[in-house]
């Protein structure tokens, strides 16, 4: 579809919905995706153009109103591993009986290889998190392409899970348009997140937990950390409010074979 035959179908798809379409235009066009896969279009998804910010508005629109969005939310571990703080947050997620996804940085893993085995072993995911932690959005394509390529063969040559292959998440969340193209042409799928827990600042259990059940949607990409004593003790109480509203706890791989993209995209806020 020609881009111009797209902004003449958003334009009419905007009168159709009356004030309440151009108030989403005003203000929700600019959602970021917090799953984005090999074959998505970024100038679509990312542009502040008004053509691709009109066609968000009618596809997140149509997702909204066409896809199912199941109850499953997903915690996602960003940096380490640690020598300390890991082995303990893997202990909690035992004692809870919930899988989690770490995006793990090569080179903390090449240092302690061993916890690295053991997110493995206990039946959890592991995500490409680049070899060095750089700030993507200020490297070269092919800087970029040598982080998460480096990063993908150390965490390959340590656990052998097929999502260091296949799921990436940029440091700090920073980006470009040309990020995302470079780690989309590597085959993988970049995952962002829907809530942010905010742990990456000094906050209490409390106010963790706090900020998870007011963002909370279905599906829930979580955003988390793995160096964060607050966070594992917050755990215990989210993962009850969140069973008890009826959500299920999975991994990122298995949440995409629950839900299809734009579910996960254009996800439904809930009450927990």
Do not use: C
């Not at 970021?32 to 997140?60: C, K, L, Q, W």
């Not at 000094?202 to 106010?207: G, I, S």
């Not at 937990?209 to 964060?228: F, T």
């Amino acid at each position: 579809m020609s881009r111009t035959l797209k902004v003449v179908i958003s334009i009419l798809a905007i009168l159709a919905l009356g004030t309440g379409g151009w108030r989403i235009f005003r203000h929700e066009s600019n959602l970021v995706p917090a799953i984005v896969t090999p074959n998505m279009n970024v100038h679509d998804e990312f542009s502040g153009d008004f053509s691709a910010r009109f066609y968000r508005v009618v596809h997140r629109t149509i997702a909204a109103d066409n896809s199912p969005r199941p109850k499953l939310i997903a915690l996602t571990f960003d940096d380490g591993p640690y020598p300390i703080f890991t082995p303990l947050l893997l202990d909690e997620l035992k004692s809870l009986h919930v899988p989690a996804t770490f995006f793990l940085i090569g080179r903390d893993a090449q240092q302690w290889p061993e916890i690295t085995q053991r997110i493995e072993a206990d039946g959890n995911e592991i995500g490409d998190h680049t070899y060095s932690h750089p700030n993507l959005d200020q490297e070269t394509p092919d800087e970029v392409r040598d982080e998460v390529l480096r990063g993908r063969d150390v965490l390959w040559s340590l656990a052998h899970d097929p999502a260091v292959r296949s799921l990436m998440r940029p440091p700090h969340g920073r980006y470009t348009m040309t990020t995302l193209r470079t780690v989309q042409s590597l085959g993988y799928h970049v995952v962002l997140w829907t809530d942010d827990s905010g742990d990456w600042r000094t906050l209490t259990p409390a106010h963790i937990e706090s900020d998870l059940i007011r963002h909370a949607s279905s599906p829930d990409i979580v955003l988390l950390h793995s160096g964060k004593l607050a966070t594992i003790e917050a755990l215990p109480e989210v993962v009850k409010r969140f069973q008890r509203a009826g959500y299920q706890f999975v991994t990122i791989g298995e949440m995409l074979k629950s839900a299809t993209p734009a579910a996960i995209n254009h996800p439904k806020k809930t009450m927990v």
